[in-house]
């Protein structure tokens, strides 16, 4: 089944939007979409109609009988003549249209830059990829197992989590760098507070544990506001996938995540505290009362 896909740059954009431009009366041989037969009948019935996945549907907020203009692809506008399901597949985030109506679209009348084939049982997937890039044809051609294309799309998602992590560490190295240095700023313009702690009584550990927790806190409050910033940027759907060409995931955050975020920053504030906290606490009496801020 040959197929006109349309897409937004996979380097440039983090939410991808993709369309198959299908043919409306075999697509169903190769896929398993859970998709109404109203839907189906309006689908084949009107040339500008288009099934939409229900992970995209939901993502934007589309009804089944909704005109879209999809600005990020030229404008490209259709009517949505039903919304379906798949396994949990990548499907879920697709559009199908017409193959026919999107060649038009996109003013490239009779042009398809994919091909489905369903195989006999038994066939060799390989050997008959093999035979069908051999072929005298006027394009180069590109033939492997659906498995391998979706494989190396969730190698590039990894390379995405990877990096993600890494910048993560960074981040936690600058909240201790940035924790460390405006504590130790703090301490020095408090010696003389400290030292007067000190002589009504205050110990050693005191003073510690006080540093410590002025770090921690101070932490905490970031930590909740940025999580709410954040919050806020998911449920604006400002942010709201991350995509490779090939998979596509949802981003959600639940009570679970920013408990184990938070904690992670406050641990990284109550690191970089122990530093200036431990100077504080080892200050002498009479030096720290001397001290001129």
């Given at each position: 089944?040959?197929?006109?896909?349309?897409?937004?740059?996979?380097?440039?954009?983090?939410?991808?939007?993709?369309?198959h431009?299908?043919?409306?009366?075999?697509?169903?041989?190769?896929?398993?979409?859970?998709?109404?037969?109203?839907?189906?009948?309006?689908?084949?019935?009107?040339?500008?109609?288009?099934?939409?996945?229900?992970?995209?549907?939901?993502?934007?907020?589309?009804?089944?009988?909704?005109?879209?203009?999809?600005?990020?692809?030229?404008?490209?506008?259709?009517?949505?003549?039903?919304?379906?399901?798949?396994?949990?597949?990548?499907?879920?985030?697709?559009?199908l249209?017409?193959?026919?109506?999107?060649?038009?679209?996109?003013?490239?009348?009779g042009?398809?830059?994919?091909?489905?084939?369903?195989?006999?049982?038994?066939s060799?997937?390989?050997?008959?990829?093999?035979?069908?890039?051999?072929?005298?044809?006027?394009?180069?051609?590109?033939?492997?197992?659906?498995?391998?294309?979706?494989?190396?799309?969730?190698?590039?998602?990894?390379?995405?989590?990877?990096?993600?992590?890494?910048?993560?560490?960074?981040?936690?190295?600058?909240?201790?760098?940035?924790?460390?240095?405006?504590?130790?700023?703090t301490?020095?313009?408090?010696?003389?507070?400290?030292?007067?702690?000190?002589?009504?009584?205050?110990?050693?550990?005191?003073?510690?544990?006080?540093?410590?927790?002025?770090?921690?806190?101070?932490s905490?409050?970031?930590?909740?506001i940025?999580?709410?910033?954040?919050?806020?940027?998911?449920?604006?759907?400002?942010i709201?996938?991350?995509?490779?060409?090939?998979?596509?995931?949802?981003?959600?955050?639940?009570p679970?995540?920013?408990?184990?975020?938070?904690?992670?920053?406050?641990?990284?504030?109550?690191?970089?505290?122990?530093?200036?906290?431990?100077?504080?606490?080892?200050?002498?009496?009479?030096?720290?009362?001397?001290?001129e801020?």
């Open positions: 089944m040959p197929v006109k896909l349309l897409m937004t740059s996979c380097q440039s954009a983090s939410d991808i939007i993709a369309m431009g299908v043919d409306k009366k075999t697509f169903e041989r190769f896929r398993e979409y859970d998709v109404s037969p109203q839907a189906l009948k309006a689908f084949r019935g009107n040339k500008s109609g288009a099934l939409v996945g229900n992970m995209i549907a939901r993502r934007n907020g589309w009804k089944v009988g909704e005109n879209v203009v999809l600005k990020e692809l030229d404008g490209i506008s259709f009517n949505i003549s039903g919304i379906f399901t798949t396994d949990g597949s990548a499907d879920d985030f697709l559009i249209a017409g193959r026919r109506f999107l060649q038009e679209a996109a003013k490239e009348q042009i398809s830059n994919r091909v489905l084939i369903r195989l006999k049982p038994g060799d997937a390989d050997a008959v990829a093999r035979q069908i890039d051999a072929l005298p044809m006027a394009v180069k051609t590109t033939t492997q197992r659906e498995e391998t294309f979706m494989s190396a799309s969730i190698d590039q998602l990894r390379d995405m989590v990877t990096i993600s992590r890494i910048v993560i560490v960074v981040i936690i190295a600058v909240i201790l760098i940035a924790m460390g240095n405006a504590i130790s700023m301490t020095l313009e408090r010696t003389r507070e400290f030292g007067i702690l000190r002589t009504l009584g205050f110990r050693r550990g005191a003073i510690l544990g006080m540093v410590i927790s002025e770090g921690t806190i101070q905490l409050v970031g930590a909740v940025g999580c709410a910033i954040v919050q806020g940027i998911i449920s604006a759907n400002l709201k996938t991350v995509s490779t060409c090939g998979v596509t995931i949802t981003l959600t955050a639940g679970g995540v920013w408990m184990i975020g938070t904690g992670i920053i406050c641990l990284g504030g109550l690191l970089g505290s122990l530093t200036p906290a431990w100077r504080a606490s080892r200050l002498e009496i009479v030096t720290a009362i001397a001290h801020e």
